[in-house]
C-alpha cells in the first residue's frame, strides 16, 4: 500500500488526458445504468480496501466543512460554533470553511479519526465514488483518483467497463 501511495500521484497524472476524455464522453452520454455501474464498483473495490491502512485524505488535503457540519461537531466538542471556527477553521479563496492545516487535526495516530460520528459530510460521502448522477463531479474525480487509491482503482474499472 505504502509503495502504491507513493505512485499515487504520478499514476493519475499519467492518465489524466486519457481519464479527462473519458469523462467528457460520460457527461455527453452516461448510460442509463451508470449508478448501478458505479455503486457495484464502488461496493467492490471498498471490499478489498481498508481506509485505515491508507487515510491519505486525511493527511493531504481537508474538507469543506459546512455550517450543519460546524454546528454538529461543535456541538459534540461542547463548544459555540464560533469557538470551533477560530480553533480550527479557516475560509479559503472560494469563500469556504476549511482546516488550518493538513493533516486533519482529528486524524489520530491509528489513522482513526478522533470525530468519525460528527464528521463533516465531505468526510462522510468521500471519495464521492457511489454518489448518484456521478459523471457530475468527474472533476472532483479526476482530483480524488490523485489521492485516493480506492479512487484510482474505481475509475481503472469504470473505463474497462463503460465503453
Do not use: W
Not at 39 to 48: A, I, T
Not at 76 to 91: A, D, G, N, W
Not at 120 to 144: G, M, V, W, Y
Amino acid at each position: 500500500m505504502d509503495n502504491f501511495l507513493k505512485q499515487l500521484p504520478k499514476l493519475a497524472k499519467d492518465k489524466h488526458n486519457e481519464n479527462k476524455k473519458f469523462f467528457d464522453k460520460l457527461k455527453k452520454k452516461a448510460p442509463k445504468n451508470l449508478d448501478y455501474i458505479m455503486q457495484e464498483l464502488h461496493d467492490k473495490e471498498f471490499k478489498r480496501t481498508d481506509c485505515l491502512t491508507c487515510a491519505n485524505c486525511c493527511k493531504t488535503t481537508g474538507p469543506l466543512f459546512t455550517i450543519a457540519d460546524i454546528e454538529r461537531i461543535s456541538k459534540h466538542f461542547r463548544q459555540k460554533p464560533q469557538q470551533f471556527i477560530e480553533q480550527y477553521l479557516r475560509v479559503d479563496e472560494d469563500n469556504d470553511y476549511v482546516l488550518q492545516s493538513v493533516p486533519c487535526t482529528f486524524l489520530d495516530s491509528e489513522n482513526y479519526c478522533m470525530i468519525y460520528d460528527v464528521r463533516p459530510k465531505a468526510c462522510r460521502e468521500f471519495p464521492h465514488t457511489d454518489r448518484k448522477k456521478f459523471q457530475q463531479i468527474s472533476n472532483l474525480t479526476l482530483k480524488n483518483v490523485a489521492i485516493c487509491p480506492a479512487a484510482y482503482n474505481i475509475v481503472e474499472e469504470m473505463k474497462k467497463k463503460i465503453v
